[in-house]
């Protein structure tokens, strides 16, 4: 039905007129799409088309031409056949017809930040050689126009366009219409495609493991989050390293927009000191570099070293630098309390052990006053010691 709708939009002013038969159908049903198009229908009780029965079958479409013969019957609907015929048996021939065979670029997918020349085909489908204009759009942002001269009836030509930068990520309405003043087809004069501005980026946003600060017998699991900021699936390959000498590799698939969470093979630090932990992913085509690397500095304690302030004096006794639930404070820090990262107080500690399995892992800090100095004397003001907490 739409099809028909376009030939007669194409052919009307040159004798054509399609009819839609319907035999025995009901009137509302006739009525519903006669209301949708512009060409006449026929409510046939039968008696129209035993006219036209062909080797005693009724055909789906057939063509008449002006004086009555039947041109062309078929069961199935091939468009440019049908549009053959009408051509060769019109009343009145077609003069001016030039088209848009194809649009050779951009194709459907470009890659984001290269620079295309845009390009077509066009096709001469009438009796006169033509001069006209060919405009090519794509998105909102290039609108251009190409001038084809002396183009002979039958003739095929490649038609360019001046370059256009993909500049934004996602999809793109491309069209390209011939301009020709008087066409007598207008069915044929514009083609139209989607090209999608393809981004490959890989980034990694986070290091999960390890924390700053590590135990020397403790094994740890390196762990990044990874995501694809791109608009097509990526292999992400990565790499996690300490400038210790560990390293190990593992890649993924990923979709556009999709984030995972990735494990590498354990680490177990054999030093202790400041090592530097670094992460670094890409895929197949990385565009984005910016975001490919993340690092972060480790510090490798033994359990029970504290971490004084600067410029104060430590205790005899040391409150543990790794912490797993229960936090045990020396029998002479008498007024010590816990902040969190923040400086906000989140419990007071006693003297002996202290009960902190209700709080989150992470890094606190213990504030001790008035604690006793190393000779023997009671020092003033206070003791700041950072602590972590883990499950």
């Known amino acids: 039905m739409p099809r028909l709708q376009v030939m007669y939009d194409d052919y009307r002013d040159n004798g054509f007129i399609p009819l839609a038969i319907n035999i025995n159908e009901a009137l509302g049903i006739v009525l519903q799409y006669a209301r949708l198009y512009t060409y006449p229908f026929l409510r046939d009780n039968g008696s129209v088309w035993s006219v036209y029965r062909q080797s005693g079958a009724v055909p ?122 008087g066409d007598d087809i207008p069915s044929n004069s514009h083609r139209d495609i989607i090209c999608q501005g393809n981004v490959y980026d890989i980034a990694v946003l986070r290091m999960f493991a390890p924390a700053d600060t590590v135990d020397s017998a403790q ?22 390293e300490m400038s210790d000498g560990y390293w190990d590799t593992t890649s993924v698939i ?63 006794d040391r409150v543990p630098m790794l912490v797993r639930g229960i936090l045990n404070m020396p029998a002479d820090d008498a007024a010590a309390s816990l902040h969190d990262a923040s400086g906000r107080k989140v419990m007071a500690l006693v003297p002996g052990e202290n009960d902190v399995r209700h709080l989150a892992p992470g890094v606190y800090f213990v504030r001790t006053k008035g604690f006793e100095g190393s000779n023997g004397q009671e020092a003033k003001g206070s003791r700041v010691t950072k602590v972590v907490l883990e499950r």
Not at 110 to 135: F, I, K, L, W
Not at 220 to 237: M, R
Not at 291 to 302: A, D, L, P, S, W
């Open 219 to 240: 094994t740890v699991v390196p762990s990044v989050e990874v995501h694809n900021l791109g608009t097509v699936p990526d292999i992400i390959k990565v790499r996690f």
């Open 60 to 181: 789906l479409n057939y063509v008449v031409g002006p004086d009555g013969i039947i041109r062309y019957v078929a069961e199935g609907f091939n468009e440019a056949q049908i549009h053959a015929v009408i051509r060769q048996y019109l009343p009145d021939p077609i003069d001016h017809d030039v088209g848009v065979t194809r649009i050779l670029r951009p194709t459907s997918a470009e890659d984001s930040g290269t620079t295309v020349v845009p390009a077509c085909s066009v096709y001469n489908y009438g009796e006169h050689t033509e001069t006209y204009q060919v405009r090519m759009r794509i998105g909102t942002h290039y609108d251009q126009v190409a001038t084809v001269t002396g183009h002979a009836p039958g003739e095929l030509r490649y038609v360019e366009f001046p370059t256009w930068t993909v500049l934004e990520r996602g999809q793109h309405a491309v069209r390209c219409t011939t301009e020709l003043p």
């Open 254 to 316: 990923l979709h556009p927009d999709r984030l995972d969470t990735l494990q590498l093979g354990p680490w177990t630090p054999q030093t202790l000191g400041v090592f530097q932990a670094r992460c670094s992913v890409w895929g197949r085509w990385e565009m984005v570099w910016e975001n490919n690397v993340i690092e972060r500095t480790v510090r490798v304690v033994r359990t029970g070293v504290a971490e004084e302030a600067p410029g104060l004096l430590p205790g005899p």
